[in-house]
T-cell receptor, first 114, second 112 residues
Framework: DSGVTQTPKHLITATGQRVTLRCSPR?????VYWYQQSLDQGLQFLIQ???????AKGNILERFSAQQFPDLHSELNLSSLELGDSALYFC?????????????FGEGSRLTVL | AQSVTQPDIHITVSEGASLELRCNYS??????LFWYVQSPGQGLQLLLK??????LVQGIKGFEAEFKRSQSSFNLRKPSVHWSDAAEYFC??????????FGAGTRLFVKA
């Protein structure tokens, strides 16, 4: 158990819809990262927050947004969903702000867009 | 730009045989290097990491990796593979900025 909690574990929705994925980081970790894992793209970095502030952006689409709340949990919002958004979305947390920290991963949220 | 290359999409080894998974990175400075393992239906778990110092690092589950600056490589090794090692393995580079970049992964199959 990594200590990172992601909900929901599975989500099935239709194209054009909007979903919210939630992540609770490990106790004490201030950094939250979001990654998308798909068969054709591998593990893609989406965005990172540190103590409530956005710190780095990766290949995140404009239809996606995220935020980190004062209690440090984070949400990833995916809107106007397309079939290609079907993927496993991972949240990871770290005690450090930089890329030198070990990442602790949740078990992921599997999104299926029909 | 930083990048990580894992040349082997999948590898099959016999139980008890030795294993080496390859990883090459591209980064201008000395990177922070990691190997993670992902078992089916699970998130990624850290096996080992290299920041500085001894270029041969030991990790969990009997894995080790060697940093070779001249070859920009950080290959993962295990002397004797167990069936429970079947999983996907990811090499990653932490750039000292704010993001960790992962390779495409190598899926390890273990045959009896």
């Amino acid at each position: 158990d990594s200590g990172v909690t992601q909900t929901p574990k599975h989500l099935i929705t239709a194209t054009g819809q909007r979903v919210t994925l939630r992540c609770s980081p490990r106790s004490g970790d201030l950094s939250v990262y979001w990654y998308q894992q798909s068969l054709d793209q591998g593990l893609q970095f989406l965005i990172q927050y540190y103590n409530g502030e956005e710190r780095a952006k990766g290949n995140i689409l404009e239809r996606f947004s995220a935020q980190q709340f004062p209690d440090l949990h984070s949400e990833l919002n995916l809107s106007s969903l397309e079939l290609g958004d079907s993927a496993l979305y991972f949240c990871a947390s770290s005690a450090l702000a930089g890329g030198d920290g070990e990442l602790f991963f949740g078990e992921g949220s599997r999104l299926t867009v029909l | 730009a930083q990048s990580v290359t894992q040349p082997d999409i999948h590898i099959t080894v016999s139980e008890g045989a030795s294993l080496e998974l390859r990883c090459n990175y591209s980064y201008g400075a000395t990177p922070y290097l990691f190997w993670y393992v992902q078992s089916p239906g699970q998130g990624l778990q850290l096996l080992l990491k290299y920041f500085s110092g001894d270029t041969l690092v030991q990790g969990i589950k009997g894995f080790e990796a060697e940093f070779k600056r001249s070859q920009s490589s950080f290959n993962l090794r295990k002397p004797s593979v167990h069936w429970s090692d079947a999983a996907e393995y990811f090499c990653a580079v932490g750039t000292g900025g704010f993001k960790t970049i992962f390779g495409a992964g190598t899926r390890l199959f273990v045959k009896a």
